[in-house]
């Protein structure tokens, strides 16, 4: 597709009417990535040439840079248009991303009403249910006729980002409950709105997390959520699509920080190399002075090296076994705790799980290598011991540490995923060398 509309933008003149009838059978989500393809002045051009029913929502799928170029060539005019077509959170989104110059040329062409909206969503706090709401939806009042909401529905449904769900509004604008288009297309015209309600609704309060409201969406399968003030004013509600950004987003800043990276918003390719390089330098440096540590242990072993020098040919082996160990136990309870399977209160019963697991793994670990120590070095009895062992103790080590730190770091209100793989790798390198030439000084008499 994305050839067809380039062959078409190359002829001369411009295949026109071809591109439009091309673009009015394109979904406007497959329009929107063929921006990623073109340069600056095709880009521009394919936008033009958009049907004006279509241009807003091609321009919501863009990313940040794409709609940048895009209101740096538009007219004034053209830009007002787009904008009165965005849904509110949308135009936030575009706003929150663009450079303060373009933000004041754009928030110039909104019109005041909806510029007060998007001002007041942009004061909510970065990563708030509040920030991520929309104030377009679907409200009836409780003394309305389902034939009346019908009737409310067709005249404003068009502007509203949803209407599978309505909000049931008193006075204060105070939630009363919620009603499905299910349920008014299933009641008695004439009933009441109060008397097919639900008015135990779940929602969200203006400054909950967004990665916690996500869960209720998961939690109760929903399509959208009502959002509060602290007085149970309604004030907007959140959409599933948005969910599903927020559920990448926090996907990707927690494996970000569990490969020990600085999160970024922006896209790989995108980023400046110097930026890039800035996100992992500063857990590089900290992951290497650490290993400081591990020096300071075998340094102190240099006795047990010098009268056994095979010792050390095992050293690799037992601190990859005790790190992969450890990031196993760490990435299921991150994962646990993210998705609400793993509270706090279960740290003992999580311990005690992993120890018997640890336990397991170590053994069979231990037999393996026993056999392959044996009959690859010398048929040492007292080196397969001493190795199988120390794999058997840093596996169960490895296990308990993944599993308590990261739950350590919930109490402490630090995010977990600081907790994963490097940082306990390198807890385990430490402690698995300790109780390895410990282990081995008393089975060697050393």
Not at 88 to 100: K, N
Not at 190 to 218: G, H
Not at 223 to 235: E, I
Not at 295 to 302: L, M, Q
């Amino acid at each position: 597709m994305d050839e067809n509309i380039l062959s078409l933008l190359e002829k001369k003149p411009i295949a026109i009417p071809q591109l439009i009838s091309l673009f009015t059978g394109m979904r406007t989500v497959d329009i929107a990535d063929t921006f990623k393809n073109v340069g600056k002045d095709k880009m521009v051009r394919i936008f033009r040439l958009l049907p004006k029913n279509m241009a807003a929502e091609v321009f919501s799928y863009l990313e940040p840079e794409e709609q940048q170029i895009i209101v740096e060539a538009l007219t004034d005019t053209e830009v007002s248009d787009i904008l009165d077509k965005l849904f509110v959170d949308d135009a936030v989104d575009v706003i929150e991303e663009m450079p303060a110059d373009v933000v004041n040329r754009v928030l110039q062409q909104v019109n005041p009403e909806k510029r007060k909206l998007i001002n007041q969503m942009l004061q909510y706090q970065e990563d708030s249910a509040g920030s991520i709401m929309t104030t377009e939806y679907v409200e009836l009042k409780a003394h309305d006729t389902v034939h009346d909401a019908f009737e409310h529905i067709r005249r404003i449904g068009i502007n509203r980002e949803t209407i599978y769900t309505s909000y049931v509004i008193g006075p204060g604008r105070l939630l009363l409950g919620a009603v499905s288009a299910k349920d008014l297309m299933l009641a008695d015209p004439a009933r009441k709105i109060s008397d097919i309600m639900d008015s135990d609704c779940i929602y969200a309060n203006t400054t909950d997390d967004q990665e916690a409201t996500a869960a209720l969406f998961k939690k109760y399968n929903l399509l959208s959520l009502p959002v509060v003030d602290k007085d149970k004013h309604m004030v907007g509600i959140i959409t599933v699509d948005d969910v599903v950004d927020v559920i990448e987003e926090e996907a990707t800043e927690d494996f970000e920080k569990m490969a020990a990276l600085n999160p970024s918003d922006e896209p790989y390719l995108k980023t400046p190399i110097l930026k890039l390089a800035r996100n992992r330098i500063l857990w590089l440096l900290v992951l290497m002075l650490s290993a400081t540590f591990t020096g300071t242990i075998i340094a102190g072993y240099e006795e047990a090296l010098a009268v056994l020098p095979a010792l050390v040919v095992f050293i690799p082996m037992l601190m990859d076994t005790g790190g992969n160990a450890g990031s196993q136990t760490s990435t299921l309870v991150i994962r646990g705790m993210a998705v609400g399977e793993i509270q706090i209160r279960d740290a003992f019963r999580v311990l005690g799980r992993e120890f018997c697991i640890a336990l397991i793994c170590g053994l069979v670990l231990a037999l393996v290598n026993y056999v392959r120590i044996y009959f690859m070095y010398g048929r040492s009895s007292n080196l397969c011991l001493a190795v199988s062992a120390s794999l058997v103790i840093t596996v169960m080590i490895a296990k308990s540490i993944g599993c308590l730190l990261p739950m350590v770091a919930k109490k402490l209100k630090v995010d977990p995923a600081i907790m994963a793989s490097p940082l306990i790798t390198t807890l385990v390198d430490g402690t698995s060398l300790a109780v390895y030439f410990s282990i081995a000084k008393r089975v060697f008499n050393i």
